[in-house]
């Protein structure tokens, strides 16, 4: 069996398209442009690849873009100052610093100083705690892109064993609060999980997110389930050059799985789309409109 390709360009142009869609009604009915500042400190070269391609995004969906580029010297007094000011900017409705930062600036004092509302990357504690109620919350933008992925597979994840393996901040603990709030039975795993390959062919639906080039073999991987890779690693390659790769090795997983994505291709498109999502909404919520339902 060769497993179905989930194509996260062509699913996230779709989306891209239905956001510029929304934008132009919001426009026309209440004379709102959504506005997005991307702050970004310092050159860091896979930063400014991601600003480039988001930039050219918002552009394409009719938003408003006040991106600020400052010196990787830059103090973190003079970042919060900047927050400060986009926070109180009516025009722009979501802010997104740029990670990693440079060492004399902390990250989480960063995020701490972004408005909840204007927080697109999901990452303010507040949203954090309201996720994990399952109170409405902005989402961060990779996980929720993973859920929507999965339901081009599934109409209903109701029920699903789902295995997430990674734990971080930023994808495998929000993508499992999701995953909850789908009535799926969520299984978090890591590198110290016992038994691991046996835990992962338990699911139907297996997210991995651990950061390691092609960690999960075709083996892990139960028959006709959906993979959904969220890995982007740089390795070399037989020729010299390097190739990025996912977290799964996909020529195994997909003489198994029954839906898998590709890396590059998958989930890596989708972050940005999830992106214009959370602007939309946050500009919605902000001027006491309904949001879109995507």
């Given at each position: 069996m060769t497993a179905r390709l989930i194509d996260g360009k062509t699913i996230a142009a779709e989306l891209r398209g239905r956001v510029a869609e929304a934008v132009r009604r919001l426009q026309h009915e209440r004379a709102i442009v959504p506005g997005i500042a991307v702050v970004l400190v310092g050159d860091n070269p896979a930063s400014q690849v991601y600003i480039r391609n988001k930039s050219k995004a918002v552009a394409e969906a009719g938003m408003r873009a006040f991106d600020r580029k400052l010196p990787a010297h830059t103090s973190e007094a003079d970042l919060l100052k900047l927050i400060a000011a986009l926070n109180a900017d009516a025009a722009v409705h979501g802010i997104l610093v740029q990670l990693p930062l440079p060492k004399q600036i902390d990250p989480q004092n960063v995020i701490a100083a972004i408005d909840p509302a204007k927080d697109v990357d999901g990452f303010h504690p507040i949203n954090v705690g309201r996720l994990s109620f399952g109170l409405p919350a902005v989402v961060p933008c990779t996980p929720l892109g993973c859920i929507l992925l999965a339901k081009t597979v599934h109409a209903s994840l109701d029920g699903m064993q789902a295995v997430v393996v990674g734990r971080s901040n930023i994808v495998g603990k929000p993508v499992s609060q999701l995953l909850l709030a789908e009535n799926a039975t969520v299984t978090i795993c890591h590198s110290r999980t016992r038994d691991l390959p046996d835990?992962?062919?338990?699911?139907?639906?297996?997210?991995?997110?651990?950061?390691?080039?092609?960690?999960?073999?075709?083996?892990?991987?139960?028959?006709?389930?959906?993979?959904?890779?969220?890995?982007?690693?740089?390795?070399?390659?037989?020729?010299?050059?390097?190739?990025?790769?996912?977290?799964?090795?996909?020529?195994?997983?997909?003489?198994?799985?029954?839906?898998?994505?590709?890396?590059?291709?998958?989930?890596?498109?989708?972050?940005?789309?999830?992106l214009l999502v959370n602007t939309l909404r946050a500009a919605c919520a902000q001027n006491g409109t309904a949001p879109p339902n995507f």
């Open positions: 835990t992962c062919r338990r699911a139907d639906l297996l997210i991995a997110a651990i950061g390691r080039p092609e960690f999960v073999r075709g083996a892990w991987v139960k028959p006709g389930a959906t993979v959904i890779d969220v890995g982007i690693n740089r390795i070399d390659g037989i020729d010299g050059k390097t190739r990025i790769v996912g977290d799964v090795n996909f020529a195994e997983a997909r003489e198994i799985a029954g839906a898998v994505t590709p890396v590059p291709g998958g989930v890596g498109p989708m972050t940005i789309a999830c």
